[in-house]
């Protein structure tokens, strides 16, 4: 059966999540700049200010989203990881796997304990399904399309399905149609203002994550 939300949320509980994320932010920056220095980059207030603000924003949002369910830290865990990714491959054209594959893995875990506690093995399978589809859907893209696809962007699709099928087909179909046009959008926007010579690696990550964020916190 598709994915309930668990109902509304104190305003005091949506601050204390959204601070949680913010905190959560400026420990992955520290861990981030110890495991890969090279793609971090050095820390600066406002660096680490902007990253932890817009990660309190997100993570304030799905406790709006969800309530007090018990997928709520899986979801938070997309949003500390995302703006992460989301701000290496804007500056490295890179999704680095000691991030992807931890977010998969992590999602997997946090999303089987919450379908064990409410009961929804079928959310998990769905999950589950909804990640190989859009990981093979990617792939096939990456493969025979010259959008600017790239392994890292692919390996990504993987993770968003894992959250998306946990709440339905629909956010499986909406999430990645969406990102790969958000994705087209910016490949072409790029070409025009580079007079028309289009790099050869555009970074679709942050298009792909904030889709899949905006299906997770915009669908029912």
Known sequence: MPY?????ASPLFILGIGAAGAVLALVAGVALQRMLPHLAG????????????????LSALLAWRF???PELAAF??????????????????????KMVFPLLG???????????A????????????GAVILFVLYLFLALTSRNGL???????????GLYLGYLGWTQVFYGGALGFVVGGVVSVVTVLKNRGNKPKEVPYGPAMLAAGLAVILLLP
Do not use: C, W, Y
């Not at 309930?4 to 509304?8: H, R």
């Not at 050095?42 to 924003?57: P, Y």
């Not at 992590?106 to 064990?116: E, F, N, S």
């Open 76 to 97: 938070v865990l997309l949003a500390v990881a995302g703006v992460q990714l989301a701000r290496i491959d804007l500056i490295h054209h890179l999704l680095p796997n």
């Open 106 to 116: 992590g999602g997997l875990v946090l999303l089987t304990g919450a379908a064990v």
């Open 118 to 129: 409410q009961g929804a093995a079928e959310n998990l399978l769905r999950g589950i399904a």
């Open 42 to 57: 050095s820390r600066t207030l406002g660096t680490g200010s902007t990253t932890a603000a817009v990660t309190f924003i």
């Open 4 to 8: 309930t939300a668990a109902g509304s």
């Open 67 to 69: 309530g007090p369910a």
């Open 150 to 160: 790239g392994m890292g962007d692919v390996k990504l699709a993987a993770p968003l």
